[in-house]
């Protein structure tokens, strides 16, 4: 179809395309209707760079029927792979890249070529997508057919790369958006946020397992180890503990220096159920310490000790600091209560420290540390062992 047009393509990807939920569904619309269109694609590869704690980039993979994601941890850059890639090269500022792979004399200059020609491919180009703010981003296209593409099809096919930059580029804002919110904020307050909760006193009253944990003697450790080795100590110390909150569907609200505040609403849960969610949490948490502290000693680094006070109670979660900056967070007695029950390990010998009502809720039996009077809070509150 030496005459084909890449105009229905570009009209369903602004007026159609672009409301799809992922980039994967966006990838593989475009795909299949260019060839439809008349490209004839075998093999199609998006590499987009992002800004993720977690990975530097995606890449989206099309072969033919489905999409596939990748993700690019950080450091991949420096990997032999990515340098013998032609992406790293469309990154450093070369525009398009074409080896005609049926061409005996084809120069087979990257490891992928001559993988593509053991699968059949005639031909491969590479071209640059650009966003915006001047990150190159690459999209390559494969074929098997005789004669690989002609030049009316790459010159069809680039009409394409400047809406699809703008559609793709919109994707990465929206996952920066949640992305910063989720690891900043946590994933329920990252979505209240999302969801227009944005103006300071926003809240409600929520019932919630109350999670509060504390390094121990973290200003010994702080002068021995200096700023930069406390500070690995401090992250190994967060996932075991805050990592623990997680995995258990906890939300991680803040971290106070060298302590963490979290919380397990219980709306639209049993309550009982979320009280265990939460103690398994814990006994997660000091598995994972204890890992951690093994891995620590081998390494020739000092371990380190924790708390944790677990309590359930109501509290006012809510958009709570100045008008210029906010933060999601709970405020209210029970969480002052939770916090006073953590400063309790240490007098009690334990690394986990329950409340009365969370003893009480959970219809297991829990060996009682005493009674003992808490700062700010009126009576002396029973609190127990984990069962």
């Known amino acids: 179809m030496a005459d084909w047009s890449i105009a229905p393509v570009i009209d369903w990807l602004m007026h159609k395309g672009r409301h799809l939920p992922t980039?994967?569904?966006?990838?593989?619309?475009?795909?299949?209707?260019?060839?439809?269109?008349?490209?004839?694609?075998?093999?199609v590869a998006f590499f987009l760079w992002t800004l993720h704690p977690q990975y530097a980039g995606v890449a989206l993979f099309w072969d033919g029927?489905?999409?596939?994601?990748?993700?690019?941890?950080?450091?991949?850059?420096?990997?032999?792979?990515?340098?013998?890639?032609?992406?790293?090269?469309?990154?450093?500022?070369?525009?398009?890249?074409r080896r005609r792979l049926e061409d005996a004399a084809c120069a087979l200059d990257f490891p992928v070529l001559q993988e593509l020609r053991e699968q059949g491919m005639t031909d491969y180009v590479m071209a640059e997508v650009v966003f915006s703010d001047g990150v190159r981003n690459s999209v390559s296209l494969t074929t098997r057919q005789p004669g690989g593409f002609s030049e009316h099809d790459i010159a069809e096919t680039q009409r394409l790369l400047h809406p699809f930059a703008?559609?793709?580029?919109?994707?990465?804002?929206?996952?920066?958006?949640?992305?910063?919110?989720?690891?900043?904020?946590?994933?329920?307050?990252?979505?209240?946020?999302?969801?227009?909760?944005?103006?300071?006193?926003?809240?409600?009253?929520?019932?919630?397992?109350?999670?509060?944990?504390?390094?121990?003697?973290?200003?010994?450790?702080?002068?021995?180890?200096?700023?930069?080795?406390f500070l690995e100590l401090l992250n190994d110390y967060f996932v075991?503990?805050?990592?623990?909150?997680?995995?258990?569907?906890?939300?991680?609200?803040?971290?106070?220096?060298?302590?963490?505040?979290?919380?397990?609403?219980?709306?639209?849960?049993?309550?009982?159920?979320?009280?265990?969610?939460?103690?398994?949490?814990?006994?997660?948490a000091r598995s994972r310490v204890q890992a951690t502290n093994d891995a620590r000693r081998a390494a020739g680094l000092p371990a380190f000790a924790c708390g944790v006070g677990l309590h359930l109670g109501r509290v006012h979660y809510g958009n709570i600091g100045t008008p210029e900056r906010?933060?999601?967070?709970?405020?209210?007695?029970?969480?002052?209560?939770?916090a006073r029950i953590e400063a309790l390990c240490k007098e009690t010998g334990q690394d986990v420290v329950l409340s009365s009502t969370m003893a009480s809720e959970l219809g297991a039996p829990c060996r009682s540390l005493g009674k003992f009077a808490l700062r700010g809070v009126g009576e002396a509150e029973e609190v127990f062992a984990l069962p």
């Open 65 to 97: 029927e489905k999409v596939a994601l990748n993700h690019g941890v950080h450091g991949f850059q420096a990997t032999d792979v990515y340098r013998n890639s032609p992406a790293a090269r469309i990154a450093e500022g070369e525009r398009v890249i």
């Open 166 to 229: 703008l559609i793709m580029e919109n994707f990465n804002n929206r996952d920066l958006a949640r992305t910063l919110l989720e690891t900043y904020l946590g994933r329920i307050s990252g979505a209240k946020v999302l969801d227009g909760q944005i103006k300071r006193g926003d809240g409600q009253s929520i019932d919630a397992v109350i999670w509060f944990s504390d390094l121990r003697e973290s200003t010994p450790l702080s002068a021995a180890l200096g700023e930069q080795r």
């Open 240 to 284: 075991a503990t805050a990592g623990a909150v997680l995995e258990h569907g906890g939300e991680v609200l803040r971290f106070i220096g060298d302590a963490s505040l979290a919380v397990f609403p219980t709306a639209g849960e049993a309550t009982r159920a979320v009280c265990a969610r939460a103690v398994e949490a814990a006994r997660a």
């Open 326 to 338: 906010l933060e999601f967070s709970v405020i209210g007695v029970a969480a002052n209560k939770a």
């Open 23 to 43: 980039r994967e569904a966006v990838v593989g619309g475009i795909c299949e209707r260019v060839r439809a269109a008349g490209m004839p694609i075998d093999r």
